[in-house]
Nanobody
């Protein structure tokens, strides 16, 4: 199974920026991330996990949930070994555990139900807390 590793979370004030990174490790290190769509998701306490951004495989475009459009940017690094999520103008409503996952295509970003494909699994996530 492909299990990705998230990093970069932290505690920031409203309006600040954070950059999250999604990489492979361990048994998943041989996976070529560029061949998969990579989605970033988040789960706030008491809420369902939701997709917030996705980048398609092999140079295909990116898409965003309405709630983060214009504030978050998803990108692949030059070596295609990581997928980053640049978050700006952070709000308290962005507070959540953030996860990334691989799929053959982008997941829904409109709150529709979503299940990971069989080859993919959730990692530990990284906590983002936006608070003054």
């Amino acid at each position: 199974q492909v299990q990705l590793v998230e990093s970069g979370g932290g505690l920031v004030q409203p309006g600040a920026s954070l950059r999250l990174s999604c990489t492979t490790s361990g048994i998943s290190s041989a996976v070529n991330l560029d061949l998969h769509a990579i989605g970033w998701f988040r789960q706030a306490p008491g809420k369902e996990r939701e997709g917030v951004a996705c980048i398609g495989a092999s140079g295909r475009g990116a898409d965003y949930a309405d709630s983060v459009k214009g504030r978050f940017t998803i990108s692949r690094d030059n070596a295609k070994t990581a997928v980053d999520l640049q978050m700006t103008s952070l709000r308290p409503a962005d507070t959540a555990v953030y996860y990334c996952a691989a799929d053959w295509g982008c997941p829904p970003l409109d709150g529709s139900p979503y299940t990971l494909p069989g080859f993919s699994s959730w990692g530990q996530g990284t906590q983002v807390t936006v608070s003054s």
